[in-house]
């Protein structure tokens, strides 16, 4: 079985552009979250999807947006970027039969706002 | 709210030598627990989980166990090798369907 794709896996951008990434789950898995890792803040939630809803949101401004198709695959879009948004991107999908919450991880997307 | 602290890396070690990385979590009720591991330039790989008081993950020669009583959920590993060199996260889930909480990493450098 597949595991999770990001797509692209390196971003290069400058303040105020816009971005979106991708992110495929693994098959059949409906659930995808998105998660911002920096040296500083460390791994950080920014929400979930499932089936094509947003399920749960952590503390981050509304610049930071998602959205998740019929096949569960999910894109997220960072508007007005901020130096400060220079992060790897991780995605993770989960089983919705999967009680203890396991998540699978891709390889992450890094962007870096210049 | 729901919390997890590790201890603070780097940790340098010999190959061969006993590894243990602490890890301690403020939650209400019963989380599951969980360590990750994040190879450079790659995203994260579950390590193990345990998901009630007690239980014991293990996997490639690193266990840990869930203490209740002291909140804790430590790694070990009785010999590392060079390639276990990377950053180990702890991490909590309180119920399906909600965010995994992270520790900060602990940084793991292992020398031949």
């Known amino acids: 079985k597949a595991g999770v794709t990001q797509t692209p896996r390196y971003l290069i951008k400058t303040r105020g552009q816009q971005v979106t990434l991708s992110c495929s789950p693994i098959?059949?898995?409906?659930?995808v979250s998105w998660y911002q890792q920096t040296p500083g803040q460390g791994l950080q939630f920014l929400f979930e999807?499932?089936?094509?809803?947003?399920?749960n949101k952590g503390n981050f401004p509304g610049r930071f947006s998602g959205r998740q198709f019929s096949n569960s695959r999910s894109e997220m879009n960072v508007s007005t970027l901020e130096l400060g948004d220079s992060a790897l991107y991780l995605c993770a999908s989960r089983s919705d039969r999967d009680r203890a919450n396991e998540q699978f991880f891709g390889p992450g997307t890094r962007l870096t706002v210049l | 709210g729901n919390s997890v602290t590790q201890m603070e890396g780097p940790v340098t070690l010999s190959e061969e030598a006993f590894l243990t990385i602490n890890c301690t979590y403020t939650a209400t009720g019963y989380p599951s627990l969980f360590w990750y591991v994040q190879y450079p330039g790659e995203g994260l790989q579950l390590l193990l989980k345990a998901t009630k008081a007690d239980d014991k993950g293990s996997n490639k020669g690193f266990e840990a166990t869930y203490r209740k009583e002291t909140t804790s959920f430590h790694l070990e590993k009785g010999s590392v090798q060079v390639s276990d060199s990377a950053v180990y996260f702890c991490?909590?889930?309180?119920?399906?369907?909600?965010?995994?909480?992270f520790g900060k990493g602990t940084t793991l450098s292992v020398s031949s």
């Open positions: 991490a909590l889930s309180h119920q399906a369907g909600t965010a995994l909480i």
């Open positions: 999807y499932f089936s094509e809803t947003q399920r």
């Open positions: 098959s059949g898995h409906r659930s």
